[in-house]
């Protein structure tokens, strides 16, 4: 008896075998990608394709309240309290973040509670309830949020750079909203968009997490079978190349001054990209190095891409001294651009970003949104696992041509004492000199 | 069990010390000089992670220091012996593919590089000769005080940390400095070499200090290259905390509010803030409180009922921060504008009811212990950040209380928080504040009800 036992349990596991390799599967149209982890937690991540470009300017934020009423508004089986509660019960974690490529429904928990917390998150997408006093609460809180997003330095610093570089496309919408269009939504409007959106045809899932393959096959199967088909949609890639250098400043009672300035990057799917994201790295070392360590100008200064849908260059400050800032920044690119970037510095920073992509492996929750990452732009989600191979052929001349091909002009915004800022230093076509030693500025 | 026996053989030589209770693949030794030697052992991905912590931070600075075991880890990663400028040094960190930083708080300042396995030793020695053989020139040191400063003036362009810092005066009164690890801008803008030395000889000692290896080590290996790079490193014939005393923080003497206008605050935000217990007086009250904390951030819990779930704000935190000296337990709050009057009696009324005998049900108690224990396994994901969670622990509690903290936590009753809540803040003085900006200021006029 006990070996028959043994025997059915031998057959059951390997029917439902856990599978040890990231893998994908369709599922009634949908493209679900499984990474299994080795530990203790499971993480779901819904990607509904899109973002800004699923609404006009006028609707901004809806996305957003559509998103949050998901776990704050109720489902037609419970209260909103019930279905908080019930997540509670298992400290499960159902999160929605609302970015301008796609909107991320994400789920985590702990293994041995997935039973509990999937029914539960499934619930949320597919049976909203959108009930008209919750939904009052979340407008209001969503109100809120904009002001905090004023009051943080750094966010709102990044609207405006978003508003001024991207005036007219896309992505000058705020997924956040405005007082204005959060004002305007009703909960039927609201939830009218979810289900134009949340289809089929807009969506992939990403599971990490050791979960039998079979049982989230059959899980998956309902999930999706009761989501609308939709219609076909295709992604739209937009470049962004500043003309000219711009500047905009804005007066605010700060303690010291927010810089940011965009420039061009190139689309994550080109060949252009590998190299840029090398040179990024780079970029923003040789920013640490002149601007904080041999000028001591600044705690923050930052260079980085961002490769979504628009993809753009950014540099980053905060400072005292926004002038003597711009003249070695901008001498720093010139620097770069005719010198180029050291063939050792190139060899480091691969060996770098190896490690940096097993540190990012070290939580589901990172790996989940590498993954996420790289199919929403690349389309291509294995592109998470092999950044090492697709870095080690890129050479130095790589780097220095693409640097130089999208690192022109920039669209600089300002936050801060105005009257310690000479604009002209951001945007006459000249460099400025850099300042003589120990001149506190200009 | 073949394991065993060799780790049992490797750490024999270091029988005489008592071993704290540590986790599974934790393994500890104390080096002759006095130096903690912690090693994780963890397989998940092939990288090491090397931290150095010191019992440094705001509690060892007086006035006249305040601000500098913060300006002194910035100039850790300046120069040193083997890399005399900070060009060299980063240039080396880039070498080793390293992801590196440090933070000072208020009980420790630490200093963590992770890199892959097989650079262990390598960075082991870079490690060793930042800690050891710092260098500080007046050059380097004028250019580092701004960018320690402009960290200060980042923390000041947001709302929330104005009323943390007023909050913290107020709290902490004569001994703020030993709360207020940022520090004070003219303090950190005259500092000098001979004052980063002062810091380097009176803390910065093996007999002062832990270093953990973790990750994808072995931990034989690891012990032996910690002895062989550190095991010269001298000690202090004295314990620095015994020499030079933390002095006791005194109680709030009297409930205090204020109200603080700022044009950058666009909503209001409030706090409330009492002195908690600590690890050395009442290490089982600081689990009775990380566990009611716990119970008030269920959905289901009066508190987020009351001001959650009513529209009354869209923030209701309570939180207590684990110290060996003086622990505060935090209320913040961020109201509904149009709702401030509301949201603020609302917060007293729930105050006034926390140590009521059904304030919570026995099952949100046990809800809160299980959450509690999801939250730790979801720490443990990340193997680099295993070291920092432990040197935390080593400064302001132990390595027993860390390893025998859920084991304590399941025996907490509903006693022990109303204990704990007795004793901490019913009827106990606290501070109160508000940032607002003018026009709401205006409009709402908090200052007729937010007062004593």
New interface residues.
Partial sequence: MKNIIFFFLLLSATANAQENKPYEMMVNGVKVIVVPS????VQIDMVIKGGVQNYTADKAGIEKLAMTALTECGTMKRSK?DF??A?????AKMYAYTGRDAAHVQL?C?KG?FETAWPLYAEALTAPKFDAKEF??IK??AL??L??E????DAALRKMAMQTAFKGLDYAKSPNGTVETIKALTPAATKAYLQSTLTRSRIFIVVVGDIAKEDLQKKMTAFTANLPQGKPFLLKRTAYTPKAHSFVAQK?????N?IMGFSGAPDPTSKDYYPATLASGMFY?KA??EV?????????PAAYISGGLTPFSTMYV???EPDKYIAVARNMVDNLKKNGFPAD?VK??K??Y???Q??N????QSLAGMVASAELNQGAWRKAFTLKEDLAPITPADVNRVFNKYISNFTWVYQGDTSKVNQKLFIQKETPPLPAKDTKAF | MKKMILLLAAFGAVSSWAQPRLPKDYYWQKLDNGLEVVVIENH????ATIEIAVRNGAYTEGPEYSGLSHLFEHMFFKANKDYPD??KF?KRT??L???WNGTTGDERVNYYF???KDSLEAGLNFMNAAIRYPIYREEDM???????D?????A?????FLLYYEMGKRVWGDLFTRKNAIGDHDIINSATPAKMMVIKDKYYLPNNSILVICGDVVPQQAFALAKKIYGDWKPSEWDPHIKYPIPEFQPIAKTDYFIKE??????PQIMMAWQGPDTRNDSAATIAADVFSKVLS???SKWQ?ALR?K?LA?AADVSYQTNKYVGPIGIFV?P??GKLKECYTEVMNQVKHWGDADYFSDAELA?AK??LK??Q??RN????SLASQLTYNWTSTSLDYMTDYFSAMDKVTRADIQRYISKYITGKPYVAGMIINKEMNDQYKPGDYFKN
């Fill in positions: 080795g530990n203790e937690i309290n908080k509660n997540l509670d019960e298992v400290d985590n702990i509670d009052a609460r209001e809180e809120n949020a002001r905090e004023e009051s943080n330095p605010k009672d700060v303690a010291t927010y070392d640490f190095l904080r360590t041999n000028n001591g100008l600044s705690y923050a905060t400072t005292k510095d480091n920073t060996n770098t190896a490690n940096y097993y540190y492996n070290e939580t589901n | 998940k991905v092939p990288l900070q060009e980063l880039q070498e593919g390293a992801i992770t890199f892959d004028q250019k580092e005080r701004p960018v320690v402009g960290e200060f003036q980042r000041e362009s947001d709302p929330g700022s044009s950058i605050a666009k909503n269920l959905n289901s009922q779930d529209g869209t961020t509904i504008p809800k299980a959450g999801r939250e396994i979801r994901e990340k193997p680099s």
